[in-house]
C-alpha cells in the first residue's frame, strides 16, 4: 500500500523506514493474496514492497505529486507498478545482498534505482483494435487481448479515448468509466481500473447533448457541433494524450479500442476516438469486421481505402470476426483479401456465447430476454434505462431475465425489477401513461420488488424536482409508495462513490457503487450497513420483509451472491421451488468467461503474427 | 422494357424495402411493373396462386407493384435442410438438393433464370431487381447469381443500397464498388443510405467523397423507419398462405405512406428513372 507520505521525511518516514526494514529481512515473498487489497494493481504482482525501499523516487513516470491537506505537496506511489514487477524486487534484493543495504540507505535512490530503471523500466507499446462498423466485435476483442497478454505475463491496460455509454462504473477513486474498459481491465488482471483507461465519456442526455465525462468527473454538456468544434481539437485530444502517455509510462501494453467506424470521413478529422488517437498514441492497429451481416470483405476493403496514407500504414492486421459454422469456408475470401489489400489476415474468430456484460446497443438490439429458467423475473424497460447490466447476474439462477414494457408483462412476473434511469421523473411519468405504474403497484406484497437507483427512488412516496434538474417539468411527483421516502433534486450536482457493506439481517457482503444526482430522505428500515473504510456508521437502501420491496441505490447489488440469493429466495408462489445453484459470485463467472474468450481467440488467431505486430520479447 | 438492380452492401441493408419502395413509386406513375429476384435464400416462402414457391420479399414486391405473384419474380428459392444441405426450389417447385459433396449446378440454374428474367422483361414495363446479400463476397462471388451474374448476364444498371445503422457506410458503399470486377463498375450507377438519424447535413462531405471517387451518384438519404417485411415477423408461421390478404393490403398502405415521407426526406426517385437500362 503506498500511502502518500510527507516528502520532507519526519515521523511517517520513519515509519515507512521501519517497514522497509523488515521487508528486506523477509525477503522476497511474492503475491500476498492474504492481503485485504490483493491485487491492488494486478494480478500476480509482487508485494514484497509494500512500501518501498526507493521512496521518494520523484520520478514522473513512476508517481507523481499531490497535495496534502495541509497544503504541502506529497509524493504519491499510489499508480506505481514499477516495484511490484517481479524482476525489480529480484533485481532489488540481488542488490541488498551484495552492497549489504540497510532500509533507508541513500544508495537505493543514488544506485539500485537508477540501475534497475535503465534495466527494466521501459516505455509501453499501444495496440489498437478498430472496428469497420460499431457492432465488429472490437470490445470483446480489446478484452480477449488484454487476456492473452496478461497471461504472457506482461502488464496491459485496455483504452478507450472516448466512449458513447450509458452503462459506466465508479472506479475505486471515485472516477466514473465506461463498464466495458473496468470490464477489459479485469481481463488484463487488473481490479481497479481508474479513469485514465476512458479519459473521455460521453452520456447522451437526449436532444444531442452529451454530458461529457474528463478523467472520470463531469467537465461540461455539449451539443454535437460545440463538441467537434471546441472540445476535440483543446481539451479533447489533450485528454487523449495525458492519459496515453500516463498508461504507456506503466504498462508493457495499452490495447485501445477504436469507436464506431474509423472511416467516416465526413468527421474524418475531428474523430479523436480512432486514428487520431492511433496517431497520438503511435499505434499499430487490427482492423475486426464482423461477418453477421456479409458484405464484410467490402466493409474491410473499403475501410482501408479510404484512410489516408499516413493511417493506413498503420493497419497491420485484419480480424474476420463471429464466423457460425466452419472457419475455413473463409480461407479463400480472406488469401484474396490479403492479396488486395496487402495486409494480413491474422485471425477468424468462430461465433462464441460467452456470458460477459454488455453494452448498450446490443443488449438491445432486438434481444429482450435472456435465460430459459422457471422464475420470471420482469426488468422494467424504462425508456431512458441506465446501468442495465447490473441485471446480468440474475441469469446465472434458474431464471429468465425479461425486459417487459407493458402493464401484461408485469402481471405475469414472479419478481419485478426496476432499474435505473437517466431521468427518474420522466421515466415515471411514462410508467404512468401505459398502466405499468398501477401494475407494479398491484404486484406490491405479492412478489419481490427490487428498485435500484432511479427505480428506488420511484419506489418512494413523493419526488420533488421543484428546479426540474431532473424531469422535463419541474414540480412534485408522485412515486409508487411503496416506501415512506422522499426524494429530491436540489442542486446540479452528483454523487458518485464506491460502496462495500453488509446485509443488516445477515446473509452477508455486497459491493457496488452509486452514481445519482437525487438524493433520499430515508424513513424506512435500511438494508445495509457500509463496511468501507471510515463509513462504518453510515447504512443504506430500504427494506420492508414482510411485504418483499427493496430498494437500494448501490449498483452492483446482484453481482455478489449474498443479496441475490435473499431477493430469488423470496419467490414463493404457485408451488415453484426455488433452486439457487452454489453461491457464486458473479465476477468469478465474468472471469471464467473471459479466460473461454481468450481460449478462443488464441485459437482463431495467427498467435506467431500476433506477437510479431505487439513486437512480442523485442 | 427497362430495369434495375438493388445491391446491398450486406444483408438486412434495406435491399428489400427500397426495392419495394421503388416499385410502388414507378406503379403509381401507372408503369407496369414486375419484382424479380433471381436467387433467395430463406425458409420463409409463399405459395403463389398456381402454386409456386417463391421467396416472401418478392410476394410483398409484387403486391406493392398492384399485381399478382408468380414463380418467375424468384426462380430459385434455396431452403436450407439442416446438415449442410440444401434444397434448391427452381421455378416453384424442387429440383434437386446440394451440398454434402453435390455440386450446385450454377450455369444449368442461370440459363433457367434468364428465362424467368426474360418473360417478365417481355411483359412489363419495368423490371425492378433485387440482389441477394452483399454482391462482392470474396469467397462467393464466382457462382453469383442475384447480383454480378444478373449484372453480366442482362448488363442491368445497379444502385448500391448501405446501411448507416451500424457505422462504416462510406467504407461499405466505396469497398462495394472496389471489389467489383472492373468491367462492371460503370454499371453502378448511384448508391443510397439507409436507416439514418439526425441532421443529414453532417454526411455531406463524405457523400461528395464517395461521389468523387466512384463517379456514383447519391440518390438520397432515407430516415429510419421500422417498415418490416412480414416475412421478418411471425407472419411467416402462416407456412406461405396469408388467408385473406387483408394483410398486404395493410403492407401497401404502409408503403405508401413510406414512400411520400422517402420522397419528402429527399430520395430522387426520379433520377432512378433516368438510370433504367434500356
Ligand atoms: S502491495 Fe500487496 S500487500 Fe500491499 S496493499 Fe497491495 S496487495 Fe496488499
Ligand atoms: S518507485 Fe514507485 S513506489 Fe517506489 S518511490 Fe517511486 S513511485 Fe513510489
Not at chain 1, 34 to 53: A, I, R, T, V
Amino acid at each position: 500500500m503506498h500511502l502518500p507520505v510527507s516528502k520532507r521525511g519526519g515521523r511517517t518516514t520513519d515509519l515507512i523506514r521501519k517497514q522497509v526494514e523488515s521487508e528486506l529481512e523477509k525477503g522476497d515473498i511474492g503475491c500476498n493474496v492474504g492481503c485485504d487489497y490483493y491485487p491492488c494493481h494486478f494480478e500476480g504482482q509482487n508485494c514484497s514492497f509494500c512500501y518501498c525501499p526507493f521512496y521518494p523516487c520523484e520520478d514522473p513516470v513512476m508517481g507523481y505529486f499531490v497535495t496534502s491537506r495541509s497544503g504541502k505537496p506529497v509524493w504519491s506511489c499510489e499508480d506505481c507498478l514499477f516495484c511490484h514487477r517481479n524482476e525489480v524486487v529480484d533485481f532489488t534484493f540481488g542488490k541488498v545482498r551484495e552492497m549489504g543495504l540497510k532500509a533507508g540507505d541513500p544508495r537505493f535512490l543514488t544506485e539500485v534505482f537508477p540501475e534497475a530503471k535503465r534495466r527494466f523500466w521501459h516505455r509501453g507499446k499501444a495496440l489498437m483494435v478498430l472496428g469497420a462498423t460499431s457492432d465488429a466485435g472490437k470490445s470483446i476483442t480489446v478484452a480477449a487481448l488484454c487476456r492473452i497478454f496478461h497471461r504472457m505475463g506482461y502488464l496491459v491496460a485496455p483504452f478507450k479515448s472516448q466512449n458513447m455509454s450509458l452503462n459506466s462504473r465508479v472506479t475505486a477513486k471515485g472516477s466514473e468509466i465506461a463498464m466495458v474498459q473496468v470490464l477489459q481491465a479485469r481481463a488484463g488482471g487488473l481490479r481497479n481500473a481508474d479513469a485514465h483507461m476512458n479519459p473521455i465519456l460521453l452520456k447522451p442526455k437526449g436532444n444531442t447533448v452529451s454530458q461529457v465525462i474528463v478523467e472520470g468527473k463531469p467537465f461540461g454538456d455539449y451539443n454535437v457541433p460545440d463538441y467537434y468544434g471546441k472540445f476535440v481539437p483543446g481539451p479533447g485530444i489533450e485528454a487523449v494524450r495525458r492519459n496515453m502517455d500516463f498508461l504507456k509510462d506503466r504498462y508493457d501494453y495499452v490495447i485501445m479500442e477504436g469507436a464506431g467506424s474509423p472511416a467516416e470521413i465526413n468527421i474524418y478529422d475531428a474523430d479523436i476516438a480512432n486514428m487520431r488517437a492511433a496517431e497520438v498514441a503511435d499505434a499499430d492497429c487490427v482492423l475486426v469486421v464482423n461477418v453477421e451481416w456479409g458484405g464484410s470483405f467490402a466493409y474491410a476493403v473499403g475501410t482501408v481505402r479510404l484512410m489516408p496514407e499516413k493511417d493506413r500504414s498503420r493497419i497491420k492486421g485484419i480480424i474476420i470476426n463471429n464466423v457460425r459454422g466452419d472457419p475455413d469456408r473463409m480461407r479463400s475470401g480472406a488469401e484474396k483479401l490479403e492479396e488486395i489489400l496487402g495486409i494480413p489476415v491474422i485471425g477468424i474468430i468462430p461465433h462464441m456465447s460467452v456470458d460477459l456484460p454488455s453494452e448498450d446497443s446490443e443488449a438491445f438490439r432486438g434481444q429482450m430476454s435472456k435465460g430459459t429458467g422457471s422464475l420470471h423475473i420482469a426488468v422494467v424497460k424504462l425508456p431512458r434505462i441506465a446501468n442495465f447490466t447490473d441485471i446480468d447476474p440474475l441469469c446465472m439462477e434458474d431464471t429468465t431475465v425479461e425486459f417487459v414494457d407493458t402493464a401484461e408483462g408485469i402481471l405475469s412476473a414472479d419478481a419485478i425489477v426496476i432499474p435505473g434511469t437517466k431521468n427518474t421523473i420522466d421515466d415515471l411519468v411514462w410508467l404512468k401513461g401505459n398502466g405499468m405504474f398501477d401494475a407494479i403497484r398491484s404486484m406490491r406484497g405479492k412478489v419481490p420488488i427490487l428498485g435500484i437507483c432511479g427505480g428506488y427512488q420511484m419506489m418512494g412516496r413523493v419526488l420533488h424536482d421543484p428546479d426540474g434538474i431532473e424531469g422535463t417539468v419541474p414540480g412534485d411527483t408522485a412515486g409508487l409508495g411503496f416506501f415512506d421516502n422522499e426524494s429530491y433534486w436540489k442542486e446540479y450536482s452528483k454523487r458518485t462513490v464506491r460502496d462495500r457493506c453488509e446485509m443488516i439481517d445477515g446473509g452477508g457482503e455486497v459491493e457496488g457503487y452509486e452514481i445519482h444526482m437525487g438524493m433520499t430522505d430515508v424513513v424506512e428500515k435500511p438494508l445495509f450497513r457500509m463496511t468501507s473504510f471510515g463509513r462504518k456508521d453510515e447504512v443504506e437502501g430500504s427494506v420492508r420483509e414482510d411485504e418483499m420491496l427493496y430498494g437500494t441505490y448501490i449498483h452492483g447489488v446482484l453481482d455478489k451472491p449474498a443479496f441475490r440469493k435473499k431477493f430469488i429466495s423470496m419467490i414463493k408462489h404457485e408451488g415453484k421451488t426455488v433452486s439457487t445453484g452454489e453461491p457464486e459470485d458473479y465476477d468469478d463467472v465474468v472471469d471464467r468467461n473471459l479466460d473461454l474468450l481468450a481460449d478462443g481467440f488464441e485459437k482463431g488467431l495467427d498467435m506467431a503474427a500476433l506477437k510479431r505486430i505487439a513486437g512480442v520479447g523485442e | 422494357m427497362r430495369s434495375i438492380l438493388f445491391l446491398g452492401t450486406s444483408s438486412g441493408a434495406g435491399k428489400t424495402t427500397v426495392d419495394a419502395l421503388y416499385c410502388r413509386h414507378l406503379a403509381r406513375k401507372g408503369l407496369r411493373v414486375a419484382p424479380f429476384k433471381a436467387s433467395n435464400l430463406s425458409l420463409n416462402s409463399y405459395v403463389t396462386e398456381d402454386g409456386k414457391e417463391i421467396g416472401m420479399g418478392q410476394a410483398f414486391q409484387a403486391w406493392a407493384c398492384g399485381i399478382e405473384p408468380t414463380g418467375d419474380m424468384n426462380p430459385v428459392l434455396l431452403k436450407p435442410s439442416g446438415n449442410g444441405r440444401m434444397q434448391v426450389v427452381l421455378r416453384g417447385a424442387p429440383f434437386m438438393d446440394v451440398g454434402r459433396g453435390v455440386p450446385f449446378p450454377r450455369d444449368e440454374v442461370m440459363e433457367k433464370v434468364c428465362e424467368s428474367y426474360d418473360r417478365l422483361a417481355h411483359d412489363y414495363d419495368v423490371v425492378v431487381c433485387e440482389g441477394s446479400g452483399s454482391p462482392v463476397e470474396l469467397n462467393l462471388m464466382d457462382n453469383d447469381m442475384a447480383n454480378i451474374g444478373m449484372m453480366r448476364a442482362r448488363g442491368i444498371r445497379s444502385v448500391l443500397v448501405g446501411d448507416i445503422e451500424r457505422g462504416g457506410v462510406f467504407a461499405a458503399i466505396y469497398g462495394t464498388w472496389l471489389l467489383l470486377p472492373e468491367d462492371l463498375r460503370p454499371l453502378v450507377k448511384g448508391f443510397v443510405i439507409n436507416r439514418f438519424r439526425g441532421d443529414a447535413s453532417i454526411l455531406e462531405p463524405g457523400i461528395r467523397k464517395v461521389e468523387e471517387l466512384t463517379g456514383m451518384k447519391c440518390l438520397g438519404i432515407i430516415p429510419y423507419v421500422h417498415l418490416r417485411f412480414p416475412e421478418e415477423d411471425s407472419l411467416s408461421d402462416s407456412g406461405g398462405r396469408l388467408g385473406d390478404g387483408s394483410i398486404h393490403e395493410e403492407f401497401v398502405k404502409n408503403l405508401d405512406e413510406l414512400l411520400d415521407a422517402v420522397e419528402e426526406a429527399g430520395i430522387d426517385f426520379d433520377a432512378l428513372d433516368g438510370f433504367l437500362s434500356a
